[in-house]
């Protein structure tokens, strides 16, 4: 890795602008290629225990690594404030992410707050987590308590020294494995499993895996290493893809594919033939699936963003703390996803490189 300081919380954020004319939300905003915003992805801490090779790698995230004062954070009624402008212009799924998010102290309490919200329909919102799983085990029946409906666990190995290569921090499996198994004794289902696939690293991992969830209550899902951030020394051959994975495992476990739940998962679905359930395939790089993004990102200190792979965000702690109403943030929010074009994904193979002015966000500062 050549570069060591690298661009984490984005100095460059736009001021949000805030329309002159101001019109009321109709809960359903359409960006510039006529996809819906319809999921609101929450980082609520830029810190982690981890040290993924693939997000936070600790030749980057060393101690000596300054992260965000807590102040700058926004707080649990400022994040339920702007979620709930979000749910006026049709979101109905409020993912919580880090960074870890189960590091936030009393998450519990942001958890409950949020799960008081309703769709534009009157409906519970879609309300889960993304963790490591370090902190599930003690904290899974909390989150349930407090409304959380689920959550999605990393997983990256079944094989202990491979899956400490990839965290760096030494955390075994097994600890992995006993907040799975918490969250499902908890009710905090259906439950999906990531693992981040890294060629020459953990793909001689992709059969353990699946042979070891394939008739579980967990959904697997495969996804495919991506150009996130700056400081993960991407490298396109390191990619393993998608259609390599299911060639993999439906070598020996035979697979088919299967209708998507809804239109914009990320997810592209295969069952197994003898009724073993279920895994995913996310082909962020090899079969980009912009076309269908319904997602936006709101930063640990309130930075919006309209893509994984960003440039620059938007500031809307700006407007929270300078006594904006939540019209304005409103029409903010509106003008944002209205004027977007994002497709970072589709166009991948002209902007593998970027000048360093133009330095993608960490994914451990938006939420992957």
Known sequence: MSEKIIVFTDQRAQAAYVPDVLQAPTGSLRDRLDRPLHDLRISVTDRCNFRCVYCMPK?????????LPHSSLLSFE????????????GVEKLRLTGGEPLLRKNIEKLIA??????TVHGKPLDLTLTTNGSLLARKAQALKDAGLQRVTVS??????????????????????????DAAHKAGLGPIKVNMVVKGGMNDQEILPMARYFKGSPFILRFIEYMDVGASNGWKLDEVVPSAEVARRIGAEMPIEPVSANYTGETAERWRYLDGGGEIGLISSVTQAFCKDCSRARLS???KL????FATRGHDLRALLRSGASDAEISGAVSH??????????????SQTSLPASARKVEMSYIGG
Do not use: P
């Open 59 to 67: 030749e980057v995230f060393d101690k000596d690594y300054s992260y």
């Open 78 to 89: 400022e994040i339920t404030r702007i979620a709930q402008v979000f749910i006026e212009h």
């Open 113 to 118: 707050m949020l799960a008081q919200l309703k």
């Open 155 to 180: 997983l990256d190995a079944m094989d202990d020294a491979v899956f400490k290569r990839m965290n760096d921090v030494d955390f075994a499996v097994s600890d992995v494995l006993q907040g799975l």
């Open 300 to 302: 640990t200190e309130g």
């Open 305 to 308: 963003y309209t893509c994984l």
């Open 336 to 349: 944002l996803w209205q004027a977007r074009g994002d497709r970072y994904s589709e166009l991948r193979t």
